[in-house]
């Protein structure tokens, strides 16, 4: 590490000790809810962002057995509409290096090599972002035990997610996480029933359970496990698949939820495309939505109010039906696993 970068850490980075004020206690999701407190009161950009997310509207579509929510959220206009391509990316200066952040943000340390921060354009009412102290590229392969660690430490409070380079991380160059409230994404509620109504199972044994989900309009594969090895295992699996089924040298496009309540459960959501159709249409046809695993998750994103209004339940069903891996080729990937 550089002095420069050792430097911005040591500015940065908060002590528990230093939060037990604002409620940390032992546990890391204590400190990460202690911290959004401290900047809160400390920060006026994060003040504001969550201010804004107190007044956002939301709209419902009933699925058979489960919702889908539309959230206008005009906070989230850079995420959305991000150049996520090679040139926009190197010209721009990386938001999560911590170098690079504002004077007033703050962060804990999740091990040695992340630093947990709030997301000051929130979406849930209470939402981080994980950053590697290093400006390394978002990839999953050899972080997905940091997830499950993440998860497990967060998971009385938080559910962890991550999105790929390709598929809705609007920092793809530089490797990160986030986390948000636990039961404020449907799914985190719907889980259970969602799996007994369209899972198959594909797999059981005496520490791994893999389902294979078809008909919540994206299908998905749940792995849930209390062993970090048998999943780490199962998800370099499933990686190897979706790189030979999707003939795709780098990493597959997807998303991942990672939830943990004495054991993990890990949902990964393969893409097809990183945008819908509409998004690229031209005239009154276009709308932006840029969905991710927040979306994926049960609450689809609306930076613009006159989108919001215009999400149908039809436009919904294509979204995902357009974004997420199609049936046929879902099927060649799991059928082995
Ligand atoms: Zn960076």
Not at 23 to 43: D, M
Request: glycine letters at 6%; hydrophobic letters at 40%.
């Amino acid at each position: 590490m550089t002095s420069y970068h050792r430097d911005a850490a040591a500015r940065v980075v908060m002590a528990p000790e230093d939060l037990e004020r604002f409620g940390a206690g032992s546990s890391f999701s204590s400190i990460s809810a202690a911290l959004l407190h401290h900047q809160r009161e400390n920060w006026p950009l994060l003040r504001s962002g969550y201010a804004s997310l107190a007044s956002v509207e939301t709209r419902s579509f009933e699925f058979d057995g489960f919702v889908v929510k539309v959230q206008f959220n005009p906070g989230r206009m850079t995420s959305s509409s991000a150049n996520v391509d090679e040139q926009s990316i190197r010209g721009r200066r990386c938001f999560l290096c911590l170098s690079h952040l504002p004077p007033k943000q703050r962060g804990v340390a999740f091990g040695d090599s992340y630093v947990l921060l709030c997301n000051p354009f929130p979406i849930f009412p209470g939402h981080f972002t994980i950053p590697h102290r290093e400006h390394i590229p978002q990839r999953i392969e050899e972080s997905f035990g940091v997830l499950l660690e993440l998860a497990k430490a967060m998971g009385d409070r938080y559910t962890v997610f991550y999105n790929g380079p390709r598929c809705g991380a609007s920092a793809p160059d530089h490797l990160h996480f986030q986390a948000g409230l636990k039961g404020f994404m449907p799914i985190d509620a719907e889980y259970p029933e969602v799996i007994r109504r369209y899972g198959r199972v594909v797999k059981e044994n005496q520490d791994l359970r893999s389902v294979a989900v078809e008909g919540y309009l994206r299908r998905f594969i749940a792995f849930e496990s209390s062993s970090r090895p048998i999943l780490e295992e199962a998800f370099a699996g499933l990686l190897a698949r979706l790189k030979l089924v999707l003939s795709e040298n780098e990493e597959p496009m997807l998303n991942i939820l990672a939830a943990y309540e004495e054991r993990w459960k890990v949902l990964v959501f393969p893409r097809a495309r990183h945008r819908p159709s509409f998004f690229f249409a031209e005239g009154d046809g276009k709308m932006l939505i840029s969905p991710a695993a927040v979306d994926l998750g049960g609450v689809c994103i609306t930076p613009l109010e006159k989108d919001f209004h215009r999400v149908t339940r039809e436009l919904v069903v294509k979204m995902f039906e357009e974004v997420t891996l199609g049936k046929a080729e879902f099927d060649e990937v799991v059928l082995p696993l």
